[in-house]
């Protein structure tokens, strides 16, 4: 069980739940950090009393610095900033809740220093899985999924005597705002309609991953590395509802869900108590008033990042962390009305076209691989 966490990201939207879960159960707070929302860091930092809180951004330490005078707290800055959150003494569990591979280095130093990692970053497992996978592995230190699916998945598993029993994974997927409508009918679609999810309330960049489908994409590499299964392993059923967070077919035929309102808080405090279970103050599922259940195939060709994003899975490699900065870098173009909504997969297959995969990659290819392929993207912008 956790009792003091470092929260990378606190000022987004699972780093606020996080904190609204560190309160209910009592957790102590030892260091947060965000990119450059002072005023938010601020007031984050007078409730919750961390050692250290760091901005990513330089300018914005320095403008939290001034505003903190009278608090006992150090600030720092910059990737070194985010690496000593990652690795504090007083924290045993780190939650990783920065949006993109900027995760991944983070996450690689809580390991080494045998933190449990609440990893709701799905980025650094998509760029770099088997490498942090392995790295936990020979630390002994615990990863549990935080994002909604995977957390289903690992509560569906527990009891699993080996990956020789299961069957297939199934991720639940709602379809995002945009389900239903034709290839053409998405061309036109803005940043403002994709930012209207039906059912959860997240981040600009995830709500667009799930309005591509793209979120779906990565999470299908997520679970195959968390997991350790091929591809062919993981599916994914369109379902409405988000209610049914995912599942487990066992070779035995049986299968296993779980099921529950859409609220991250549920995997955050899980991931916090695992093996156990909290009581919750959150509202319940009431089965009679939730209405039926629909499970259907995805549309690949409305929405062709789920598939480029199988085809990235399948080829192993670098593929995956081309793909991932690529998107990463249309996604924030598509945000800013630079681009429009199909271009997304045109700039992601583009990239993959232009930069190499290596195989069997180290950090350092993988790192180079975001790199390359945020270049290609910004080039192909002009
Ligand atoms: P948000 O955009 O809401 O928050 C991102 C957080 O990371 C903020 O604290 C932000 O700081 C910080 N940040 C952004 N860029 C950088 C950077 N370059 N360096 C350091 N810190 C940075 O994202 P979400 O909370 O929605 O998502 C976080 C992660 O969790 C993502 O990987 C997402 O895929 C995953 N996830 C999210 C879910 C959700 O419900 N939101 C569900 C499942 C997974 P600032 O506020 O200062 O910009
Ligand atoms: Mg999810």
New binding site residues.
């Given amino acids: 069980m956790t009792k003091a966490i470092s929260l990378l990201?606190?000022?987004?939207?699972?780093?606020r739940q996080t904190l609204q879960v560190v309160q209910e159960l009592g957790l102590q707070v030892a260091a947060l950090?965000?990119?450059?929302?002072v005023e938010?860091m601020e007031q984050l930092v007078r409730r919750f009393r961390p050692a250290l809180a760091v901005m990513?951004q330089p300018e914005a330490a320095e403008a939290l610095r001034r505003r903190l005078e009278d608090v006992d707290v150090e600030v720092a800055s910059g990737p070194e900033g985010?690496l000593r959150a990652a690795c504090m003494d007083g924290a045993d569990t780190v939650v990783t809740?920065?949006?993109?591979s900027?995760?991944l280095e983070p996450t690689l130093a809580a390991i080494r220093a045998k933190k449990r990692i609440a990893l709701?970053?799905?980025?650094t497992l998509v760029c770099a899985g088997e490498l942090v996978m392995a790295e936990a592995r020979r630390c002994g230190a615990r990863i549990v999924p935080?994002?909604?699916e995977h957390s289903a998945i690992f509560q569906c598993l527990q009891g699993c005597h080996g990956k020789e029993e299961i069957r297939r994974l199934i991720l639940t997927c709602s379809g995002g705002p945009f389900f239903g409508l034709s290839y053409q009918e998405l061309e036109g679609k803005t940043a403002a309609d994709a930012l209207k999810h039906p059912n959860?309330s997240?981040?600009?960049?995830?709500t667009v991953d799930s309005a591509t489908l793209m979120n779906k994409g990565l999470e299908v590499i997520e679970a195959m590395r968390l997991y350790d299964l091929p591809v062919e392993q993981v599916d994914v059923a369109i379902h409405r509802q988000s209610i049914v967070h995912s599942l487990v077919e066992f070779r035995d035929g049986a299968m296993l869900a779980q099921l529950g309102t859409p609220d991250?808080k549920l995997p955050i405090r899980y991931a916090f108590t695992w093996p156990q279970r909290a009581a919750s103050p959150d509202r319940k599922l009431d089965l009679l008033q939730c209405g039926p259940l629909t499970f259907q195939a995805p549309d690949m060709e409305a929405f062709p990042c789920l598939r480029i994003a199988r085809e990235c899975a399948a080829a192993g490699g670098t593929a995956c962390a081309i793909m991932n900065g690529a998107n990463e870098e249309a996604v924030y173009a598509f945000l800013d009305g630079r681009i429009g909504f199909q271009d997304i997969h045109r700039l992601v297959q583009r990239a993959l076209d232009a930069v190499e995969v290596k195989y069997t990659p180290c950090l350092e290819d993988i790192l180079e691989a975001d790199r390359a392929a945020r270049r290609a993207v910004r080039s192909h912008l002009g």
Wanted: aromatic share 6%.
């Fill in positions: 990201g606190a000022t987004g939207s699972i780093g950090t965000a990119h450059t929302r938010e990513f985010l809740a920065v949006v993109g900027v995760g709701a970053n799905k980025e935080v994002d909604s959860w997240m981040g600009a960049k995830i991250m």
